[in-house]
T-cell receptor, first 115, second 112 residues
């Protein structure tokens, strides 16, 4: 599984856009990039997933350059409730659905949003 | 709301004891994974069950074992508890039609 590197921590203020970049130099052809959010004493929550270019949902955007060796999670106009740990994961997915149940988490990025 | 529930929410055990943690999913998906998350660390994959059979294991000793039942609920059993087993234990099921996982709220285990 491809290893990921992301900043240990980031600080921001309410209303700002936050971009968290993740490096995954050894990403494989069939790997997807997935971001999770985790609040203290809760399970990780799926935010967004992508394979290439740009993906946007109601919560965030995910930018993936052509070489796929990095990705950037963009959170628009953060609020205090966005303070959490954000994990970038890279791993395979297949039609059978079993191999992508084995996620490898790094230490994540602690995002702190200030008033 | 992920539809994944775990019980109990908190548990205190002593070294050498055994513990059973439980997980169930409203969606009844046939794949469930278990993770251990030590304080300040990311979740670490323990093992996965697919159609009641173990389908992959992380770097955890055999005293970590599991079961998956026909209704797709699952148990994680840990024997001979050690102090380092103190952690948040998470289970996760696969999302329907999406290549991702949905996690439960976890069980916080403290081993004294």
């Amino acid at each position: 599984l491809a290893k990921t590197t992301q900043p240990i921590s980031m600080d921001s203020y309410e209303g700002q856009e936050v971009n968290i970049t993740c490096s995954h130099n050894n990403i494989a052809t069939n790997d997807y990039i997935t971001w999770y959010q985790q609040f203290p004493s809760q399970g990780p929550r799926f935010i967004i997933q992508g394979y290439k270019t740009k993906v946007t949902n109601e919560v965030a955007s995910l930018f993936i350059p052509a070489d796929r060796k990095s990705s950037t999670l963009s959170l628009p106009r953060v609020s205090l409730s966005d303070t959490a740990v954000y994990y970038c994961l890279v791993g395979p997915s297949n039609a059978g659905g079993t191999s992508y149940g084995k996620l490898t988490f790094g230490q994540g990025t602690i995002l702190t949003v200030h008033p | 709301e992920t539809g994944v529930t775990q019980s109990p929410t908190h548990l205190i055990k002593t070294r050498g004891q055994q513990v059973t943690l439980r997980c169930s999913s409203q969606s009844g998906h046939n794949t469930v994974s278990w993770y251990q998350q030590a304080l300040g660390q990311g979740p670490q994959f323990i093992f996965q069950y697919y159609r009641e059979e173990e389908n992959g294991r992380g770097n955890f000793p055999p005293r970590f074992s599991g079961l998956q039942f026909p209704n797709y609920s699952s148990e994680l059993n840990v024997n001979a508890l050690e102090l380092d087993d103190s952690a948040l234990y998470l289970c996760a099921t696969l999302g329907q039609g999406i290549k991702t996982q949905y996690f439960g709220p976890g069980t916080r285990l403290l081993v004294l």
